[in-house]
């Protein structure tokens, strides 16, 4: 029976594992500015909108554009810039253990995300410095569950598919990984997130 080779990539989604994202927050928040009731201001920010902005297809005017279009509201950048990225909580438990791995393996951050929540996030997460590469969907214009985005991942963290472990709070992108020969896992927790790395000896 073949070994099975050791980690030497370590590929981490950025939504509900480095940061928690509460959209009912945001939906909320964004429809008390706009005089909507957080149902009726979900359901016009549900749809096309959200994937042209991860993939890059609109810039931060363009997103504040299009979330106020659809709002019926016109906010200042000023304005509507911390309202949109107002519902995220750095995930603190977190971090320390992925710290630890820096320099042990490489790591590679692999979000669906926009412009807008990038630039906020960045300052936040000054551990993503120290990552090897972020493939971020707005950046390289593929968004998971697409196997482009994680081949280029893995062209970024130089290592076979089989030796790259990937973190996702989504079944459905730990799926799409796991299709690729990638060892996927649902993430829940940090001390789950812990023991699940123990077992892969990092």
Same mark, same amino acid.
């Not at 309202?83 to 438990?93: C, E, K, M, Y």
């Not at 707005?138 to 196997?147: D, I, M, R, T």
């Given at each position: 029976? /073949?070994?099975? $080779?050791? *980690?030497?990539? @370590?590929?981490?989604?950025?939504?509900? %594992? !480095? &940061?928690?994202?509460? =959209? +009912?927050?945001?939906?909320?928040?964004?429809?008390?500015?706009?005089?909507?009731?957080?149902?009726?201001?979900?359901?016009?920010?549900?749809?096309?909108?959200?994937?042209?902005?991860?993939?890059?297809?609109?810039?931060?005017?363009?997103?504040?554009?299009?979330?106020?279009?659809?709002?019926?509201?016109?906010?200042?950048?000023?304005?509507?810039?911390?309202?949109?990225?107002?519902?995220?909580?750095?995930?603190? /438990?977190?971090? $320390?253990? *992925?710290?630890? @791995?820096?320099?042990?393996?490489?790591? %590679? !951050? &692999?979000?669906?995300? =926009? +412009?807008?929540?990038?630039?906020?996030?960045?300052?936040?997460?000054?551990?993503?410095?120290?990552?090897?590469?972020?493939?971020?969907?707005?950046?390289?214009?593929?968004?998971?569950?697409?196997?482009?985005?994680?081949?280029?991942?893995?062209?970024?963290?130089?290592?076979?598919?089989?030796?790259?472990?990937?973190?996702?709070?989504?079944?459905?992108?730990?799926?799409?990984?796991?299709?690729?020969?990638?060892?996927?896992?649902?993430?829940?927790?940090?001390?789950?997130?812990?023991?699940?790395?123990?077992? !892969?000896?990092?």
């Amino acid at each position: 029976m /073949a070994a099975v $080779p050791a *980690v030497k990539a @370590l590929l981490l989604d950025l939504g509900n %594992v !480095l &940061v928690f994202h509460d =959209n +009912a927050r945001l939906f909320a928040r964004l429809a008390a500015r706009a005089g909507l009731a957080p149902e009726e201001a979900s359901r016009r920010l549900t749809g096309a909108g959200w994937t042209a902005a991860n993939r890059g297809l609109l810039d931060a005017e363009g997103i504040r554009r299009d979330v106020c279009g659809a709002l019926g509201v016109d906010l200042p950048m000023e304005e509507f810039a911390p309202l949109w990225s107002s519902h995220f909580t750095v995930h603190d /438990a977190v971090l $320390p253990r *992925v710290e630890g @791995l820096v320099g042990r393996v490489k790591l %590679v !951050l &692999v979000s669906n995300t =926009n +412009a807008l929540h990038v630039a906020y996030l960045k300052p936040l997460l000054p551990l993503l410095q120290r990552f090897d590469a972020l493939v971020l969907s707005c950046e390289v214009g593929a968004v998971k569950p697409e196997p482009a985005i994680y081949r280029l991942a893995l062209e970024q963290a130089g290592c076979a598919p089989d030796e790259a472990a990937f973190f996702d709070d989504l079944p459905e992108f730990v799926d799409a990984a796991r299709a690729l020969g990638l060892r996927g896992f649902v993430f829940t927790d940090a001390p789950a997130f812990d023991a699940r790395l123990k077992s !892969l000896g990092l």
